[in-house]
């Protein structure tokens, strides 16, 4: 039986003195050294006595050491639980609680304001930090480097990714081994991934994006990556000439762009550029061909579902349209009120079905009732159209979200936190066009009557409670909010009016 998710991503590096992490200070890890290195942490872990199927609560920063952990989850049968490296003590707290992990790992910067917390649940605390060492690291090192994988089926849950809602309350996207192996499988064939590959790698590893598809399209090609501690514009133009590929959500391309270093010649010998998780802007498309010659390859997917859809790597790679739904990924536009196929060509909801989609959100069945229906699609929350050729088209959203730099913000969050400021009687939270991250939060205040709300006084608390991606880059303070007859706030008519604030010269 054995662990088929361990097995093929990992297992199959077993005793190879292949490249595998090209690391900022010029050291490489070969597929053995981390294999090691992996075997190490599982062996550590298996001390808590934690049983396959518990939860991990992992917020550290990227390194070799963290990807080690998250491979011995995998082979110790844990659950591995990402978060982002942003979120503050409070955003944290639920997490934890909400999963019931019982280990939790995390810098030691945060282990003082996290340690009530583990402690309330009966949860251990162990460090590791962006250079690898901590608690945890130092209880690894003196294991043997050899781990026997416990055995899983692929309908074991690998791991759990929160992903905010349209309520305000974070829900615990559950996914199997099989989720994560057939996207990881399927993605290296549609993109042709090989031993050869070296991955350009600056995104974090705490989301799909960075860690279930461009780490495990590595892993399971063969491939090595730079492995960078996060986005440096000097270290991508220092190391691009040492890649064959990339990965990034569109301002990693906006970013490289805006360098006139970033030349035809700096980019010649790639072979793919990959972009996902946030709509590309034709206009990004078109100069990046322009300046290097390449055609990014855009792809659509999400944490419930991974990847979905992506632009032929033979073909034509059509901007603004996210390609064809992948191989086994059956994707069908309905009316978002009645749920009805919708005829070809007309805009709807887009849903999905297929190996890659989640099996329901941790302990709420009622919210996966309500997403994933029965017969295994899963309705996507955003707005498209299949064209006449087959290009899938994301032409908005029917879920209240933001999107910036990649990171998605749930309106609904920043709203409950500004309505309970003083001085505010309701507030609505907009996105709105943005040179660098594509978006950007605006927060648009009422006031009580007769007050005037400290909106320095505002941020700062916001700052305690919720990661800086989430603050609003500005609020705007409003007699009324605009309403439509039925009473409710008419967000299009906000952000037509704000569109230009950060995008004007
Ligand atoms: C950082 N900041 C952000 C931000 N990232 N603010 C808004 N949006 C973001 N995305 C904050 C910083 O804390 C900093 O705060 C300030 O904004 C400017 O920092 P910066 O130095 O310009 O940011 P940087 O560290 O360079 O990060 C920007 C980034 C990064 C775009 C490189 O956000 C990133 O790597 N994004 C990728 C996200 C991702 O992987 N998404 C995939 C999700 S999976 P201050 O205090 O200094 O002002 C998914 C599914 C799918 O969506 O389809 O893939
Ligand atoms: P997340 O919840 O972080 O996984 O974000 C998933 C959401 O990102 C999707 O539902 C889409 O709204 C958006 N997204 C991902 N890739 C693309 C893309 N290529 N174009 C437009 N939107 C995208």
Redesign the pocket.
Known sequence: MGNPLYDRLFGIHAGKDTPFLHLPDGQTLTHAAFLDLAAQFANALTGFELEPGERVAVQVEKSPEALALYAACVQTGLIFLPLNTGYTTAELQYFIENSGAKLVVCDDAKAEGLAPIAAAQSARLETLNADGSGSLTRRAMGMLPAFEPVKRTEDDLAAF?Y??GTTGRSKG?MLTQANLLSNAEMLVKEWRFTRDDVLLHALPIF???GLFVATNVVLASGGSMIFLPKFDLEDMLRLMPQATSMMGV?TFYTRLLSDGRFTNDLARHMRVFI??????LAETHERFQERTGHRIL????????NMN?SNPYDGERRAGT?GFPLPEVELKVTDPETGALLPQGEIGM?EVRGPNVFSGYWQMPEKTAAELREDGFFI???LGRVDEDGYVH?VG?G?D?I?SG???IYPKEVELMLDDQPGVLESAVIGVPHPDFGETVLGILVAEPGQTPNLEAILTNVQGALARFKHPRKLIVLEELPRNTMGKVQKNALRETYRDLFTED
Request: no cysteine; net charge neutral; charged share 15%.
């Open positions: 990714l992903t905010s996207a989301h799909t994006h569109p972009s996902g998780s946030a709509p590309l855009e792809r659509y997917g999400m944490t419930e579902t859809t996210v887009i996507t929350g955003d994301i959203r879920k979200l999107i990649g990171y998605n």
